[in-house]
């Protein structure tokens, strides 16, 4: 991601937000409610007892991954100096033995490594590993580093073959050990990291956590997606970066399950995951409610997370048509336009009234449980790693992002420059700068959206097969390359200032489910591109649960650079009911109706909102 800078209208202001407000505000929030204090009292440098909850140090840990990977972009004196000062104080916290996580160390240090299923220590330690990685790559500096080996080493003597057989409740630490492996070289710690996965569901020597925290089964049999949706999705992260580094084939076979299991059956249209508040947890097969749906803003980031790892193993854009629906939907409501206000749970309908955003109905500055926007700190800013993929032959482009990359291959340096108003126009440009002339690939992604197929299942599908059409051109001429797995697949002789065009149709399209989802039955969706709209109260002088589209309502987009940072909205003809004093319906009444970016609601107070639309008058 160091190498892509990012020049983009949809983009850029968000990446400035992050780095400007998101990051520096959930630092101050980290030092306010105690979470660096901690680290100092650990240490013994300050009085004073443990202040929140038991894995609020993974908090801080995840803010400064994040900040870091600015400074990997872009040099930043000042907060390279404060992420020094924060070093210093979480390595003062470290045992001489290298165990550091200051509520055991503050408050039960005889307690240690005795209660993995609720206690959090190795979820700690994986942000703390993942943290130092990121720090390291960013600034070439090791003391983060030098905290998490240590730390590492000490997991490392507790835990394995002979020693202790325990696994964590919620799974973290084996993404972060495969990155401490990548970074460090260290087969310990990818050894150990796929024993924590060995372990699940291997209950003869310890208690068994259940289906919530994936424990119900060995992984290598584990086919449908259970339990709390956060923990399972780090779990398939961590399945697939052992995988990565393995080969064992029995971890594909079950991530492959997990995921057609997942994107076939359990798949909010925004990208969420995680039907139930109760346990943050995925429901039953085709189990979507709207209004009680939680898709949790940490789940939408795992479920990012866990489909950019799988176009890695197996270079199928599939998985970033996943990817980008989570990003421009479910993952981006989670964090207001400004950057400082956040939804833990992203519902697809609302009334306005209930607070379904912990007790609030709209977005909040900071949780108790701070997880998701300390994880929006983070995975925002790891964005523009995602745009761009290679290897020594090829270039994978993935997202359609405005700005430039720099790519190695074959010892030969390529630069892309990409010009785009994606999101709201299906325009992109380009142009590829090889050091010298040269015969490599280029594979550009074809969305899945932009060929009839919103979703790669029959979970969604569009009404109107109508599409457009995709048109690509080389250097002026059109060309009409075969697909392959989602890419057009463009090999020549690259030369400075070549080219390519591709003009991909924004079609508004009606989406329906499919007939087992119950939650949507009779109702319709609206995309377009890869945008999924909504339409809230502020906009519409009517009760939201009246409102309906008909199927021969006519939308149309107008771009308004005024509205919401700017946004594309829909609008056309729908129908709100009306009812007596008694509440039964007299008749019906045109609406003009407005929808926008399902990113955006919530931004003009609260109000009603609705994804999923009647299509015939309530």
């Keep these: ?299 939408a980031i795992a479920n990012a997370m866990w489909n950019h790892r799988l176009f890695l193993l197996y270079r199928d854009a599939r998985y970033i048509d996943v990817l980008e629906r989570v990003l421009y939907n479910g993952f981006l409501a989670g964090v207001s336009l400004r950057g400082d206000r956040f939804f833990y749970p992203n519902p697809l309908a609302a009334d306005g009234i209930s607070g379904f955003n912990q007790r609030a109905n709209e977005r909040l500055d900071w949780f108790d449980c701070a997880c998701c926007p300390t994880n929006v700190a983070r995975f925002m800013a790891s964005l523009p790693g995602m745009v761009y993929a290679h290897d020594d032959a090829a270039v994978y482009i993935n997202l359609f992002v405005a700005g430039t990359a720099e790519v190695t291959l074959r010892n030969m340096g390529v630069q892309l420059e990409q010009r785009t108003r994606y999101p709201w126009d299906g325009r992109i440009r380009i142009e590829v700068r090889p050091e010298r002339p040269t015969e490599f690939t280029v594979q550009l992604r074809i969305p899945g959206w932009a060929i009839g197929v919103p979703v790669p299942s029959d979970l969604y599908r569009f009404l109107d097969p109508s599409n457009g059409e995709v048109v690509l051109r080389i250097n002026g001429r059109t060309v009409d390359p075969d697909p392959t797995a989602g890419y057009a697949v463009i090999r020549r002789t690259w030369q400075e200032g070549d080219t390519i065009e591709l003009d991909l149709p924004m079609v508004v399209h009606r989406l329906v489910s499919h007939d087992k989802v119950a939650a949507n039955a009779g109702r319709i969706a609206l995309q377009r591109g890869p945008i999924v709209y909504c339409i809230e109260a502020v906009d519409h002088d009517c009760d939201g649960n009246h409102v309906s589209l008909p199927d021969r309502a006519t939308l149309t987009p107008r771009h308004r650079p005024d509205l919401l940072g700017g946004v594309t909205v829909l609008s056309g003809r729908g129908v709100a009911a009306r009812f007596d004093v008694n509440g039964n319906a007299i008749d019906s009444e045109p609406l003009d109706l407005m929808a926008i970016p399902y990113y955006a609601w919530n931004h003009r107070g609260p109000g009603w909102m609705a994804v999923w639309l009647p299509r015939n008058p309530i």
């Design 1 to 299: 991601m160091t190498r892509v800078q990012i020049d983009d209208e949809f983009w850029s202001p968000r990446l400035k937000a992050n780095a400007e407000v998101t990051i520096p505000h959930a630092l101050d929030k980290c030092d306010q409610t105690g979470r660096m204090a901690n680290f100092a009292r650990a240490a013994g440098t300050m009085n004073g007892e443990h202040e929140g909850l038991v894995y609020n140090d993974s908090d801080l840990y995840k803010v400064i991954e994040g900040a870091s990977y600015i400074l990997g972009r872009q040099p930043d004196s000042k907060l390279a100096r404060y992420l020094d000062e924060l070093i210093t104080r979480i390595a003062g916290a470290q045992q001489p033995d290298g165990y550091l996580n200051t509520y055991f160390t503050l408050v039960a240090p005889h307690r240690r490594w005795t209660d993995l299923r609720a206690k959090h220590e190795l979820y700690c330690a994986g942000h703390l590993f993942e943290a130092a990685v990121a720090h390291h790559e960013a600034t070439g500096k090791a003391a983060l580093l030098d905290v998490a080996t240590k730390f590492a080493d000490h997991i490392d003597a507790i835990f394995g073959p002979g020693r202790c057989h325990a696994t964590p409740g919620h799974p973290e630490v084996e993404i972060g050990l495969v990155r401490l492996f990548r970074a460090t070289g260290d087969r310990r710690y990818l050894r150990l990291a796929q024993f924590f996965l060995d372990q699940r569901g291997r209950i003869e020597q310890r208690a068994c956590y259940g289906s919530d925290a994936q424990d119900h089964k060995p992984v290598l049999e584990q086919a449908d997606a259970v339990g709390h949706a956060v923990r399972a999705i780090y779990l398939y992260c961590g399945m697939a970066d052992v995988a990565a580094m393995t080969g064992e084939s029995g971890y594909l076979a079950a991530i492959d399950r997990l995921w057609e299991n997942v994107v076939a059956t359990k798949l909010y249209v925004t990208g969420g995951v995680g039907a139930r508040a109760s346990g943050e947890a995925f429901g039953d097969d085709y189990e979507l409610p709207n209004d009680t749906a939680y898709s949790e803003t940490c789940a």
